[in-house]
């Protein structure tokens, strides 16, 4: 895998759908992947984040997945979303990581039933601990990002690919494989507790919460790019 330089190498390719870019990639073009690891580099980490709750894990989590990414590109059906199919793979290896560390897991397509209790010691976790009600949206931010973490595990990630990244209840239902109905209910449930949480501030800071950009894309698709470097050259076909 050559290394072009990383800044630009994939900025031809803004034009490219995903399905163009994934049968470039299988065909071992390496630039057509940095491109779509560039395109989904915020997507995958807000997903993996949501479950982790660690930036530093996350990061790690997703240079896992996009290995795994590569090596399967074959077996992707052009008939599927990418977005979708990437959503599935990190979601695995988040999963699988807090297996690893002996974490509980809560399956993301299992049913969950929080008690009226369980919602009220949420609310009432340090609701007014912040100076001046958050006058400036960075901070504003920085208490959204801390109150999506609070969320209980079965709603974190429905919140974050609905509200956050804006997917389509179809989409996450397909990359979380859970029903559509279970997606709406529990995605109204978590913004129920956000809004009751922090009122008419949720909606200042939504957009900005986790970004991914700047020098954190370029060292997950820089880093990447090494491990690939001394794999074969093209991806596995099935």
């Not at 990061?59 to 008939?79: C, I, P, V």
């Not at 002996?102 to 009220?120: F, G, H, N, W």
């Amino acid at each position: 895998m050559s290394h072009a330089n990383l800044s630009s190498s994939s900025s031809g390719f803004d034009r490219v759908d995903d399905n163009a870019l994934a049968a470039r990639a299988t065909l071992g073009d390496d630039l057509a992947f940095e491109a779509i690891m560039r395109r989904h580099n915020r997507l995958l980490f807000r997903t993996a984040r949501s479950i982790l709750k660690s930036d530093a894990e996350t990061e790690d989590t997703l240079q896992e997945a996009y290995l795994s990414a590569w090596r399967a590109l074959g077996s992707f059906r052009a008939d599927a979303k990418l977005s979708t199919w990437l959503v599935r793979i990190v979601v695995n290896e988040a999963l699988g990581r807090l297996r690893r560390r002996s974490a509980q897991v809560i399956p993301l397509d299992t049913t969950i039933d929080v008690t009226d209790d369980e919602t009220q010691n949420w609310l009432e976790g340090d609701p007014d601990l912040q100076p001046d009600r958050i006058a400036m949206r960075g901070e504003m931010r920085c208490l959204m990002e801390s109150r999506i973490d609070m969320l209980p595990d079965a709603f974190r990630t429905v919140f974050m690919l609905r509200a956050v990244e804006e997917m389509a209840v179809d989409e996450i239902a397909a990359a979380l494989q859970i029903p559509e109905a279970t997606v709406r209910t529990r995605f109204f449930r978590a913004r129920s507790l956000l809004r009751e949480s922090l009122s008419r501030d949720v909606d200042l800071a939504i957009g900005d919460a986790f970004s991914f950009a700047g020098e954190r894309c370029d060292r997950v698709v820089a880093n990447v790019r090494a491990r690939l470097a001394g794999e074969d050259r093209k991806p596995l076909r099935p």
